[in-house]
């Protein structure tokens, strides 16, 4: 079945204390990216990837890492997690169709995120 | 900057009936596509309907389709027949040809139907 995977899917934690989210896809796709979502503010980029090696900001990169050493995995990173972080994120995947033309994102399940 | 704009916060509709969701955008490029994307209480992000700009066809999909009107940027969503596993949050957005995967969102519209 193709999908994408997120772990964990909720989390608590402290402020301060590093942690990683997972996701990963099973389709192949070249493109990966990260989102919050925040009530009010629909969902906002965090950082994308065009392929491995290759990393870019998107529009609330601050307080985030990224890394795509495998076209399947794209970890999130918060090394010093705060308050403000508190949030649901989503990872996507999606490649270009054969036409050449970008093709649809398909979402992770979502990670609770809450930082105290 | 590209923005996407959805004006209605809240919605409610009864069964079996029609309800339209308004979306605008903003953008510089003449290549571009558009989604509506659902969010039901599992959170999960459940593509609804896709349209390519360059195609003046409106997208259908079933019970849903689009009325686009490229010129206003203007990005509708009709649903008609409305059901009660509709209810949901629904976003639209868009990406920009040259961007790849980068996704633009609006804020929502939380859509309520009633039996």
């Known amino acids: 079945e193709a999908q994408v995977t997120q772990n964990p899917r909720y989390l608590i934690t402290v402020t301060g204390k590093k942690l990683t989210v997972t996701c990963s896809q099973n389709?192949?796709?070249?493109?990966m990216s990260w989102y919050r979502q925040d009530p009010g503010l629909g969902l906002r980029q965090i950082y994308y990837?065009?392929?491995?090696?290759?990393?870019d900001k998107g529009d609330v990169p601050e307080g985030y890492k990224v890394s795509r050493k495998e076209k399947r995995n794209f970890p999130l990173i918060l090394e010093s997690p705060s308050p403000n972080q508190t949030s649901l994120y989503f990872c996507a995947s999606s490649g270009w169709t054969s036409g050449g033309q970008v093709d649809t994102q398909y979402f992770g399940p979502g990670t609770r995120l809450t930082v105290l | 900057a590209q923005t996407v704009t959805q004006s209605q916060p809240e919605m409610s509709v009864q069964e079996a009936e029609t309800v339209t969701l308004s979306c605008t955008y903003d953008?510089?490029?003449?290549?571009?596509?558009l989604f509506w994307y659902k969010q039901p209480p599992s959170r999960q992000m459940i593509l609804v309907i896709r349209?390519?700009?360059?195609?003046?066809q409106n997208a259908t999909e079933n019970r849903f389709s689009v009325n686009f009107q490229k010129a206003a940027k203007s990005f509708s969503l009709k649903i008609s027949d409305s059901q009660l596993g509709d209810t949901a949050m629904y976003f639209c957005a868009f990406v920009e040809e040259t961007s790849g995967s980068r996704l633009t969102f609006g804020e929502g519209t939380q859509l309520t139907v009633n039996p």
């Open positions: 389709m192949n796709h070249e493109y």
């Open positions: 953008t510089s490029e003449n290549n571009y596509y």
């Open positions: 349209q390519e700009a360059y195609k003046q």
């Open positions: 990837s065009m392929n491995v090696e290759v990393t």
